[in-house]
């Protein structure tokens, strides 16, 4: 409280005594009320004459019945700290919009700020002695608090178990629930169910005698009650809403594409520790009202109940793989048993061995989730992989990262192959974790639901699906190789993971995959990806493992961009294909460039008439031609894109056609209206080979990308598991 507000509640209190003299004496009855629910929470203890009498203040200043209270729960080993406080309809922190009116502390350090020093306390509370009063919980203070902002979410919690006799606070609008720290660490969460959050380490609440932004008191509910120890269901709920969330406290978003995998995760977390049939539906619906976007139908989150309930607590399908966790029922072979074993079979001819735990690896920017993806797609469609036979069968392909791209590279790949749809293909667009059994349940889960039996289980990248793990502690990524090669057991797959190489080394040698030698010691193959330089278009393809049969011989393969089309901004766009290469790495092929657009086009023509323009004027001149202003950000990527398919080259500060140019614009033989408007009396007018039309078509192919165009949203498609981001390499 500054100086004005001290002076206007000094004339407040001179102009009404009898309402001074009343607020004094609830206040004091709430400070006594305070001190003997304090002492009832610990009966074990002996009584202690705590602050009955309001300790010693600062001449000229009342003492604060709030710092009594605050200095009790102290004495208690109760940490608190000071929360702003309500002046008028105002927060005294002066915002007019306020997030948190009320409740956020006072001082600069948050809950980290709270502590049990009673002259500090002193200090805080003769400086502001209204200040509301927070109390640091988790472990530090021993209590965890359920904190119901909606009451009317109380049946819900109340369904999934009983809640026992404890202290509780009334709060501004709901209640508080105490109960004693369990052993194990309690994070804060928003919504574990929607209206109740919990307050663990790293957090605090607001305790009585403070005022609410409402004008009510926090008061306790029974001063007779005692703080009683955390339920283990309760505890198990926290655990299992934690861990589903990733450890997150703030509250999540699920969105289409992701609701069904979400929900079905947090379902398994509950049917792992006991809770099923009504409270399991219950759970389940109020998490799908409260983050998912849009909610589900009820009728879908009850589907989602049965089936997890169903697969959770049935026993585990046959496994067609011989290699499953039976494997302790150990059976010995005879020599004429292993003669007769079936020969190394292979998923791609002299490169992927079936049922195996292969390795792809390289550094940063070497076309490794390209080459993982052509060979998912080519396995699922059981095309050659450049010229290898493939075993074909249902492939799962695990996107932790690089969703934006996942789309247009999708869509390239069709063009290539010149196939519409690859109907045994999956994905999952969100990373799994591998080492959490709730994960692996709910990716089990949805491949059940898919009425599929993969043949291979792509995982992009290792670091995403491994996250809290160590990868250079050779006893945390043997748990996490376990936890794989068991799932890889269970489904009698391939599984493939997409993995990092080290940063650079100074001396410019070779580098490693990242992480212990445990990981590359448990797989069965190890393939290596090398670019000779940053800006070079062909990466190598090593074989630095195979661990059953001959390491295949280094191959070369090349990135060609393919033009996908116009977007909704009048911008092309395209993405990368692997070709093959035979070549010098780095030598020019006529193939590897990327024909101009209906829009490129017309800014060659306007060049090729000029002969030479800088960037301001050519933008201008192309404009004037158009009769309509062109974006500078699309006509900066119309330029950067002529630039890099050499029909344009600067000179100097201009640009101007190359031979290239000038063959593309000579062989158009259209005029700039017919480029523009082809539905215009240019119908029968016919384009340059390979030059795209605008629609995404490209003359010889004539179809679009199945399912994927320019705007189209991934998590529309069937085959995605999952529901934008950057684009990995």
């Known amino acids: 409280m500054d100086i004005e507000e001290l002076e206007e509640d000094s004339q407040r209190k001179r102009e009404h005594p009898k309402a001074a003299s009343t607020t004094a004496k609830l206040e004091a009855q709430s400070d006594r009320a305070s001190t003997d629910v304090v002492a009832a929470m610990f009966p074990e203890k002996p009584p202690q004459p705590l602050s009955l009498t309001a300790p010693a203040a600062s001449p000229g200043i009342e003492p604060s019945a709030r710092l009594t209270a605050a200095i009790d729960y102290a004495r208690r080993g109760w940490p608190v700290l000071p929360l702003h406080y309500m002046t008028g309809n105002r927060c005294s922190c002066g915002k007019r919009e306020c997030s948190s009116p009320a409740k956020h502390p006072l001082t600069g350090n948050g809950f980290k700020d709270a502590t049990t020093s009673e002259d500090t306390i002193r200090v805080w509370w003769t400086r502001w002695p209204t200040a509301n009063i927070g109390i640091r919980t988790g472990s530090v203070s021993g209590v965890i608090v359920i904190d119901v902002d909606d009451r009317t979410a109380m049946p819900a919690l109340a369904a999934v178990g009983a809640i026992p ?78 861990r589903m969330s990733g450890g997150r406290s703030e509250s999540v978003v699920f969105t289409q594409g992701q609701r069904n995998t979400r929900l ?18 219950a759970i389940l619906e109020a998490t799908n009202q409260e983050a998912c976007e849009p909610p589900l139908p009820k009728d879908e989150v009850r589907q989602v109940a049965r089936s997890v309930e169903r697969y959770a607590t049935s026993p585990p399908p046959p496994l067609t793989s011989s290699w499953s966790r039976t494997r302790r029922l150990l059976k010995l072979y005879s020599v004429n048993d292993v003669l007769t074993e079936p020969s190394q079979q292979w998923r791609v001819e002299g490169l992927l061995p079936v049922e195996a735990l292969s390795m792809i690896y390289s550094p940063q920017a070497q076309f490794k989730t390209f080459f993982a993806l052509d060979l998912a797609l080519c396995v699922a469609n059981g095309i050659p992989f450049h010229g290898r036979r493939v075993k074909q069968g249902p492939v799962i392909y695990i996107l932790g990262e690089g969703r934006g791209g996942l789309k247009n590279r999708i869509a390239a790949w069709l063009l290539k192959h010149d196939v519409k749809d690859v109907e045994q293909a999956r994905f999952a667009l969100e990373a799994i974790q591998f080492k959490s059994a709730d994960d692996v349940s709910a990716l089990k889960s949805v491949i059940e639901a898919q009425n599929m039996r993969p043949a291979m289980l792509f995982i992009d990248t290792f ?90 011989t280094d191959f070369k393969l090349r990135a060609k961009d393919i033009n996908l089309g116009i977007n909704e901004h009048g911008e092309s766009f395209s993405s990368v294909v692997l070709i093959d290469c035979d070549g010098d790495d780095d030598a020019v092929v006529e193939s590897d460039l990327t024909l101009p657009n209906a829009s490129q086009l017309s800014a060659l023509q306007v060049l090729s008439d000029a002969r030479q323009l800088g960037s301001a004027a050519w933008l201008q001149a192309l404009s004037e031609t158009r ?79 199945a399912r994927i165009d320019a705007t189209g949203d991934p998590s529309d498609d069937p085959n995605l598991l999952g529901g934008g981001g950057g684009e990995p390499i």
């Open 463 to 552: 670091a995403r699906s491994a996250v809290g793990v160590d990868e250079n502690d050779a006893m945390q990524m043997g748990v996490w190789i376990d936890a794989v090669t068991t799932l890889k057991m269970d489904l009698g797959c391939d599984v493939v993971t997409v993995h990092h190489a080290q940063k650079p080394r100074p001396d410019g040698g070779t580098v490693r995959e990242r992480g212990s030698s445990a990981f590359i010691g448990a797989v069965d193959t190890v393939v290596r990806l090398a670019r000779k330089t940053k800006t070079s278009k062909t990466v190598t393809i090593s074989c630095e493992k195979q661990k059953d049969a001959e390491e295949f």
């Open 264 to 281: 079905t995760c947090v379902g398994g977390s509950m049917v792992r520790q006991g809770i099923v049939g009504g409270p399991l539906e």
């Open 627 to 705: 009769g309509t202003p062109v974006p500078e950000g699309t006509f900066r990527h119309w330029r950067e894109a002529l630039v890099k398919g050499r029909f344009v080259e600067k000179v100097g500060s201009r640009y101007q056609l190359t031979d290239g140019g000038h063959a593309i614009v000579g062989a158009n033989g259209r005029s700039l209206a017919a480029l523009e408007n082809p539905s215009e009396g240019a119908s029968h007018a016919t384009h340059p080979k390979g030059v795209a039309d605008g629609t995404g078509r490209v003359e010889g192919n004539g179809r679009s990308p």
């Open 165 to 242: 006799k404890t202290l509780r606070v009334r709060t501004g609008k709901g209640l508080h629930i105490y109960f004693g720290a369990p052993t194990q660490p309690i994070r804060p969460r928003t919504a574990l169910i929607p209206g109740i959050d919990v307050r663990g380490d790293d957090s605090y609440v607001v305790a009585p005698p403070s005022v609410h932004a409402s004008g009510r008191r926090y008061a306790f509910d029974r001063v007779d009650a005692t703080i009683a120890a955390m339920p283990d269901w309760l505890s198990n709920l926290i655990t299992a809403s934690t």
